[in-house]
Nanobody, 121 residues
Framework: QVQLVESGGGLVQAGGSLTLSCAASGIIFRIDTMGWYRQAPGKQRELVATITNGGSTNYADSGKGRFTVSRDNAKRTVYLQMNSLKPEDTAVYYC???????????????WGQGTQVTVSS
């Protein structure tokens, strides 16, 4: 059973910073892309940032220059450093990992339970 556990959400004032973490656990052959998505009330879930196993990153325009995604492969953990936060960044942030499972390297996507980020004006 693969699990993703997020932490680091909370309430912050506009202009502040938060760092989210997401750790994967379970019997895993390899983790490929890891990333962050968010969903605001009444809106669809959207991409925030992704990072491949090799370290290549991709950001949504909304976070470019403010957010930094990184990962520690040894710890099976992905991070999202968020600076200069805005009220419109308020959402539930979800971690996603594309995982290869033993013994056949079956590929599956897993999601975390989500962590609330609230930015006050």
């Amino acid at each position: 059973q693969v699990q993703l556990v997020e932490s680091g959400g909370g309430l912050v004032q506009a202009g502040g910073s938060l760092t989210l973490s997401c750790a994967a656990s379970g019997i895993i052959f390899r983790i490929d892309t890891m990333g962050w998505y968010r969903q605001a009330p009444g809106k669809q879930r959207e991409l925030v940032a992704t990072i491949t196993n090799g370290g290549s990153t991709n950001y949504a325009d909304s976070g470019k220059g403010r957010f930094t995604v990184s990962r520690d492969n040894a710890k099976r953990t992905v991070y999202l450093q968020m600076n200069s936060l805005k009220p419109e960044d308020t959402a539930v942030y979800y971690c996603k990992a594309t995982v290869l499972l033993p013994p056949t390297a079956l590929i599956r996507d897993y999601w975390g339970q989500g962590t609330q980020v609230t930015v006050s004006s």
